[in-house]
Nanobody, 116 residues
Framework: QVQLVESGGGLVQPGGSLRLSCTAS????????MNWYRQAPGKERELVAG????????NYADSVKGRFTISRDNAENTVYLQMSNLKPEDTAVYYC?????????WGKGTLVTVSS
């Protein structure tokens, strides 16, 4: 059974930091590219960051470049999103996604709220 379980969300003040984690099971994690998406209230889901299966390449949405870092540990079947200098507009549900060819798996999301 495929599972992606996100954790690490919560309430943080503007300028603060959070680290999200996503632990995978039920598939061969090391051959999948991994992504973090987010969906803010009333908005469409958007790609925040992605990392290739080996970790050799990453990509980021312009809105988070320089503030967020995606990484992965294939030995632990986990992908991370380190978020710094958080802004109120980063408030959203953050989703972990695993993608390889036609296979596409999603977690249930973790809520990040940036507010004073």
């Amino acid at each position: 059974q495929v599972q992606l379980v996100e954790s690490g969300g919560g309430l943080v003040q503007p300028g603060g930091s959070l680290r999200l984690s996503c632990t995978a099971s039920g598939f061969t994690f090391s051959v999948y590219d991994m992504n973090w998406y987010r969906q803010a209230p009333g908005k469409e889901r958007e790609l925040v960051a992605g990392i290739t299966n080996t970790g050799g390449s990453t990509n980021y949405a312009d809105s988070v470049k320089g503030r967020f870092t995606i990484s992965r540990d294939n030995a632990e079947n986990t992908v991370y999103l380190q978020m710094s200098n958080l802004k109120p507009e980063d408030t959203a549900v953050y989703y972990c996604n695993a993608k390889r060819l036609v296979r596409d798996y999603w977690g249930k999301g973790t809520l990040v709220t940036v507010s004073s």
